[in-house]
């Protein structure tokens, strides 16, 4: 029984601060999720248009030094 104790109990007390930690959490509201969800939008356009901008650049960069290169 000494075992078991060891090993239940534990994790019965795991188990109820769990419970406790969620019954204190409260979801985000609605309002907080859509500023979220803009924000993120906003910071992935912005990462793919330097993404973007840069393999642009890089692409005449690469040919010339290729091309520089095959001569």
């Not at 609605?30 to 906003?42: F, M, N, P």
């Amino acid at each position: 029984m000494e075992a078991f104790d060891l090993v239940f109990n534990p994790a019965k007390n795991f188990i109820k601060e769990c419970h406790g930690i969620l019954k204190i959490c409260t979801l985000p509201s609605a309002k907080v999720l859509k500023k979220t969800a803009q924000i993120s939008g906003i910071g992935f356009l912005v990462l793919g248009g330097i993404g973007f901008v840069a393999k642009l650049i890089s692409i005449p960069i690469n040919n010339v030094i290729i091309g520089s290169m095959a001569n």
